[in-house]
């Protein structure tokens, strides 16, 4: 009877040592991409514009942020995600990026009222993402239709380029954000001005 309890005693002993009350720290971290900050001219007499879609390739629709190695190589990171879908984060960005320049009232996303958005947009993104040498590409295409108007749909190809710190994973949402902003102004340049 000593001899169990005695066991018992020893295994209870050895569980609770294995238990550590300390509080476990998350590394995981969420970013978002961010526009720079700054002036934005605003440019008047624009049609109301409505950004139809934001399309990115399957292997950016992860919450795990996507860095490519050497050209063809994807590495993705188990702590480093995107604190939302990506394509609802360009959608977002871009559209506070072109209400900077028409106007609140004159920006909407999908889905509208019939006939609300004569001008509409949908971004196509074949890459958005950062490289582990520390470069930042962003391209694709942005398309612009435009209601009852000659001349439409245009299809502007565009290719952004920056870099980040390798060693802080802000600095590509921060990039990546300056690279939506570069296609708002291209796209915005390409919106006819309202009937």
């Not at 006939?115 to 074949?126: E, I, R, S």
């Not at 239709?145 to 802080?168: N, T």
Request: proline share 6%; hydrophobic share 50%.
């Amino acid at each position: 009877m000593k001899f169990r309890l005695l066991s018992f005693s020893a295994v209870a002993l050895l569980l609770t040592a294995c238990v550590n009350s300390t509080p476990v720290r998350d590394s995981v971290r969420h970013f978002v991409p961010v526009a720079p900050e700054g002036y934005v001219p605003a440019i008047a007499g624009a049609a109301r514009v409505g950004i139809r879609a934001v399309e990115l390739p399957d292997y950016l629709r992860g919450p795990k942020i996507a860095l490519r190695k050497d050209g063809a190589e994807l590495v993705y990171s188990d702590f480093r995600l995107w604190g939302e879908p990506l394509e609802g984060a360009v959608a977002r960005l871009l559209s506070e990026r072109l209400s900077a320049r028409f106007g609140v009232e004159n920006v909407d996303r999908f889905p509208w009222a019939a006939g609300a958005c004569p001008v509409q947009l949908t971004v196509q993104l074949d890459r958005f993402e950062g490289e582990m040498s520390g470069a930042v590409i962003a391209s694709g295409r942005i398309i612009v239709e435009a209601l009852g108007r000659d001349g439409y749909p245009r299809v502007l190809p565009f290719s952004h380029k920056g870099s980040w710190d390798s060693a802080d994973w802000a600095s590509l949402a921060r990039a990546l954000g300056e690279a939506v902003d570069a296609i708002a102004a291209e796209a915005a340049a390409a919106i006819p001005a309202a009937k």
